[in-house]
């Protein structure tokens, strides 16, 4: 079974439209987080949340939404996409924050804004 | 200069034979993810080090402090374990995630 798994793989849609990715994790974790890989393969961090609550929340665009109903998802809802989000998004989770716990990724979500 | 390096970029090695990774990194961290990807993209992180070493299975990663470098080593290799291998560290002021290119790795039979 797939520990941390994202949906959906590719994402090509216009600018100007609203779309989410979902993410669910099977492991029990409590802690969930958004990365965007960037340009130069960094992995930024924009949100994280442990058991439903919002603990990180990095400068991002406030178009930018995290919503997790439950601590095994945490979905990502863009409104108004630009091109420059287009990027390659993973969620991951950690058993407590990530500073002490092992990262367990999804295998990532790219998205293109035309 | 990339805060994090890794060596080699490819390596192609025999069934059987002791493979090591090495990672270098210019920051300053709070720990250091090894993660191993698969063809089709999936993500698994293998260790998570602040200190000293960690074994599981045939997998042994070391991190050396003071000289800001780690290393992974794969015992008795085998095709399986081809996939790339990725050293990401976390910087010690903030959750920011910083990945190094990757090693591909190739295990023949």
């Known amino acids: 079974d797939t520990a941390v798994s994202q949906t959906p793989k590719y994402l090509v849609t216009q600018m100007g439209n609203d779309k989410s990715i979902k993410c669910e994790q099977n492991l029990g974790h409590d802690t969930m987080y958004w990365y965007k890989q960037d340009s130069k393969k960094f992995l930024k961090i924009m949100f994280s949340?442990?058991?439903?609550?919002?603990?990180i929340n990095e400068t991002v665009p406030n178009r930018f939404s995290p919503k997790s109903p439950d601590k095994a998802h945490l979905n990502l809802h863009i409104n108004s996409l630009e091109l420059g989000d287009s990027a390659v998004y993973f969620c991951a989770s950690s058993k407590g924050q990530g500073r002490v716990g092992k990262l367990f990724f999804g295998s990532g979500t790219q998205l293109s804004v035309l | 200069k990339n805060e994090v390096e890794q060596s080699p970029q490819n390596l192609t090695a025999q069934e059987g034979e002791f493979i090591t990774i090495n990672c270098s990194y210019s920051v300053g961290i709070s720990a250091l993810h090894w993660l191993q990807q698969h063809p089709g993209g999936g993500i698994v992180s293998l260790f998570m080090l602040s200190s000293g070493k960690k074994k599981h299975g045939r997998l042994i990663a070391t991190i050396n402090i003071q000289e800001k470098h780690s290393s992974l080593h794969i015992t008795a290799s085998h095709p399986r374990d081809s996939a790339v291998y990725i050293c990401?560290?976390?910087?010690?002021?903030?959750?920011?995630?910083?990945w190094g290119a990757g090693t591909k790795l190739i295990i023949k039979p």
């Open positions: 949340y442990n058991n439903k609550e919002l603990i």
């Open positions: 990401a560290v976390i910087g010690d002021s903030n959750y920011q995630l910083i």
